[in-house]
């Protein structure tokens, strides 16, 4: 890079040495000159986005994938666009660094009035709203921006969270030392005497249940501690379940998975298995109403050893800075392993009575349940699955994953849309997987843009447009045939060619269980290609699980 080391390009070195490659955003005159410095690092490449919230879910995604992200937008109107989505990503506990180039310190200084501003000479009114949504915030002065910096990417990685850095546009090229050492130094070793404490008070508890079982969830992806669960669960011999937040967190085709629990919703077996459980070891799990069937969880709060990132809660016994994966190992160590006949474990695999072929109708109509038998064949091993909130993933958190499959979704936050932008991300994140995303016409109509920002970056994922002409969700829980349940229809087949297509992007439109088999095996003939497929279903047709879900909701609301 050309010149002296700046503050930028602490900044941006910092970004590197945490191993992001893509950085998001939109340009603006407060942050352009900062984008010079972005555009010369040797290790990092800027993404463009079509708008400030598509660049929020695209760094979310990205994170998912790779364990940390970063976006770039300007002072104001850019960083209040993208707030929903850094919103997304702390209520789900995704890192990412929301980077805002803002007016210089003079200006801010003399309260002038200045565009992107409200028009009163204050200048801290946005920083401000990010302090609810992020678990760290800076200002960059010339004098405390090294140090500013590593404390607040510290708590983002450490946190999992995002954070806030407001770099006035005369302070990223002031002067600056490079970085004297590592930004995350080796992780301080869990006090023995707590892990010992631990031990001794838990594994009477576990030894002693007679239906001990597992219950995993999204905090597992976050501490990247799928490994460690694997290793503990296949020591135990314990039956698995995850949530769907966690959803493939633990590898569906396993012996000891049971299927993906959601309260008085779950297929019978497994609510059984989960509810009557005299010992449930609870490992990453947030229970919320979208995923528990409106908190109808039928367990008993007393039967839980909670084990979470930074502690594990037994009743009243609470052992800190006692961490997951060290929790696990030290677990799996410590406990015996069961016989297998005596925990008489039917993995979700064969929980189907009278399981048959798959077999085509060619010129049936699609509906709901035979879409989502196909889906099933068509996810592959390693592949990434994004499904958005609604009818997408109500349905595929019914689908069996096959091993190494990851599953993205934002049941907590649910801010439908989140997923197209959210593919940008996944699919730079990781080159080398087939990313499949699930999205229903509503969500599609929000971030549709984004698809233009695909075919820019040349990647090729799979995109599934489930047009069911509007909100079924909505309609499922109220007003199914009310006006403001209803979206303009359009020719989502055609939309790509709109956006830019060339011939690397293939289109295609089904509204028959044969034109679905003809554009899937054209799919995976074409694997160079980034492909779309309009998927034509009733609007009151539904996954039985949401037609449930509605019911539930509705009650909540009343």
């Known amino acids: 890079m050309s010149g002296n080391y700046t503050i930028g390009r602490y900044l941006i070195d910092r970004l590197a040495e945490l191993g992001i490659r893509d950085i998001f955003g939109v340009p603006g005159d407060y942050n352009l000159s900062f984008l010079d410095e972005i555009m010369e690092h040797p290790s990092l490449e800027w993404v463009g986005n079509c708008n400030e919230l598509n660049a929020a879910y695209a760094a979310?995604?990205?994170?998912?994938?790779?364990?940390?992200?970063?976006?770039?937008?300007?002072?104001?109107v850019g960083e209040l666009?993208?707030?929903?989505?850094?919103?997304?990503?702390?209520?789900?506990?995704?890192?990412?660094?929301?980077?805002?180039?803002?007016?210089?310190?003079?200006?801010?200084?003399?309260?002038?009035?200045?565009?992107h501003t409200l028009g009163d000479g204050e200048f801290n009114h946005f920083s401000r709203m990010y302090q609810e949504v992020t678990v760290a915030q800076t200002t960059l002065t010339a004098s405390n921006a090294t140090r500013e910096i590593d404390r607040v990417l510290k708590a983002c990685w450490i946190q999992k969270r995002p954070v806030y850095i407001n770099v006035p546009v005369d302070i990223h090229s002031q002067p600056a030392t490079p970085p004297a050492e590592p930004l995350l130094k080796e992780e301080a070793k869990i006090r023995s005497e707590r892990l010992q404490q631990m031990l001794e008070s838990l594994v009477p508890v576990i030894e002693q249940a007679k239906s001990p079982v597992i219950l995993a969830d999204f905090l597992v992806y976050r501490y990247h501690a799928e490994e460690e669960l694997k290793r503990f669960a296949e020591k135990v011999?314990?039956?698995?379940?995850?949530?769907?937040?966690?959803?493939g967190a633990f590898n569906e085709e396993h012996p000891q998975f049971i299927g993906v629990y959601s309260g008085k919703t779950s297929a019978p077996?497994?609510?059984?298995?989960?509810?009557?459980?005299?010992?449930?070891?609870?490992?990453?799990?947030?229970?919320?109403?979208?995923?528990?069937?409106?908190?109808?969880?039928?367990?008993?709060?007393?039967?839980?050893?909670?084990?979470?990132?930074?502690?594990?809660?037994?009743?009243?016994?609470r052992f800190q800075d006692v961490g997951m994966k060290e929790t696990l190992n030290q677990l799996a160590d410590s406990l015996s392993a069961r016989d297998k006949s005596t925990l008489a474990i039917t993995p979700v695999t064969e929980q189907d009575a009278n399981p048959s072929a798959f077999y085509v109708e060619t010129d049936q109509p699609l509906i709901q349940k035979r879409f989502w038998d196909m889906m099933q064949l068509f996810i592959q091993k390693n592949d990434i699955v994004i499904a958005d909130q609604g009818t997408s993933f109500f349905g595929s958190e019914t689908v069996p994953l096959k091993e190494h499959v990851t599953f993205v979704g934002q049941p907590l936050w649910g801010s439908i849309g989140y997923t197209l932008p959210a593919l940008l991300g996944t699919q730079l994140a990781d080159r080398t997987r087939r990313n499949i995303l699930l999205i229903g016409d509503g969500a599609f109509q929000l971030t549709f843009q984004e698809i233009s920002t695909m075919i820019r970056q040349k990647i090729n994922p799979i995109i599934f447009v489930i047009n069911n002409d509007g909100y079924t969700v909505e309609r499922s829980i109220h007003g199914p045939e009310q006006a403001y349940n209803d979206i303009q229809m359009w020719k989502y087949a055609e939309i790509p060619a709109v956006l830019g297509a060339n011939e690397n992007v293939k289109s295609y439109k089904a509204t028959t269980e044969g034109e679905l088999e003809d554009a899937l095996k054209d799919m995976i003939a074409h694997p160079e290609s980034l492909r779309f497929v309009e998927v034509v279903m009733g609007k009151m047709d539904m996954p039985e699980l949401l037609s449930e879900l509605g019911k539930v909701f509705a009650a909540q609301n009343d």
Request: aromatic letters at 8%; hydrophobic letters at 35%; proline letters at 4%.
């Open 60 to 76: 979310d995604g990205y994170a998912r994938i790779h364990g940390i992200s970063a976006l770039v937008t300007t002072f104001g």
């Open 269 to 317: 077996y497994l609510k059984k298995r989960i509810d009557e459980s005299d010992c449930i070891l609870s490992i990453g799990v947030q229970l919320t109403d979208s995923i528990t069937g409106g908190f109808s969880q039928g367990f008993s709060g007393d039967t839980v050893i909670h084990i979470n990132p930074v502690d594990v809660v037994y009743h009243d016994q």
């Open 81 to 115: 666009s993208a707030i929903n989505g850094i919103a997304g990503s702390y209520a789900e506990q995704v890192p990412v660094i929301k980077i805002t180039g803002s007016p210089s310190t003079k200006v801010a200084r003399e309260g002038r009035i200045v565009h």
């Open 237 to 247: 011999g314990f039956p698995v379940a995850t949530l769907s937040m966690g959803k």
